[in-house]
């Protein structure tokens, strides 16, 4: 696989599990809405996915590839997660939700206010608190990256998925006030949705395939 189809996937596979409706997006776009600390907390939001991913890849992606059984477990446990969440994409994208003002204020929640620390501190706490960011960066991302044979593959994976994650953290807080109203829009959220699936079933069907082999 060539570098370049690396970083593609790693992309596309990282803007696939963080694009999806969640306590997170919501604040970060509310932060943006207001420009109240949107800097900052996206940092905070793409330094931890950065991280994560980094783990995941690097660490537990590495870890995976040198125990044969695990890497097949866990693998095939990937296939099935990603069908899952392909599943759950379509069916969003059947009946989309959106995020409008009292989505992002119901995310909130006591969060609303506050300065720059403060605001900091809540946008840690909505990325570290989400179990299912664990299993989106450090398990399935880095299972994803086990099927690469060389580490520069891996590496361009890596890239792609933090550039992923810099995009629309940044996009999200900076861009708020212009992609409000976009993110307001049922077709918004059906073609997202739409993609997410695609995606999804293209990377299963890629595991699929790595296993078989």
């Known amino acids: 696989m060539s570098l370049l189809l690396s970083f593609i996937e790693g992309f596309v596979v990282s803007i696939g599990l963080i694009v999806a ?7 970060v776009l509310r932060q943006g809405i207001r420009q109240r600390h949107a800097a900052q907390v996206a940092g905070v939001c793409f330094v931890i996915d950065a991280t ?7 660490g537990v992606g590495k870890f995976i590839a040198s125990n044969e059984t695990l890497s097949m477990v866990l693998g095939w446990g990937g ?15 059947i009946k989309p939700e959106v995020l409008d003002a009292a989505h992002m204020d119901a995310a909130a929640g006591d969060a609303k206010g506050g300065n720059a620390k403060t605001a900091m501190m809540h946008a840690a706490a909505f990325s570290l608190l989400n179990p299912w960011v664990y299993m ?15 580490d520069g593959e891996r590496l361009a994976f890596l890239i792609g998925a933090v550039l992923a994650s810099f995009v629309w953290f940044f996009g999200l ?3 708020g006030k212009k992609m409000a109203p976009l993110f307001q829009k049922t ?4 073609v997202l949705d739409s993609f997410i699936a695609f995606v999804m079933i293209a990377v299963a069907l890629n595991l699929i395939r790595f296993q078989l082999a």
Do not use: C, E, H
């Open 136 to 150: 989106d960066t450090m398990v399935l991302i880095g299972g994803v990256s086990v099927r690469y044979a060389t």
């Open 52 to 58: 994560l991913i980094t783990l995941g890849v690097v």
């Open 173 to 175: 807080a900076l861009g």
């Open 79 to 93: 296939v099935l997660f990603l069908g899952w969440f392909a599943a759950r994409s379509i069916k969003a994208a």
């Open 187 to 190: 077709i918004t959220w059906r």
């Open 21 to 27: 409706i969640g306590p997170q997006n919501a604040y």
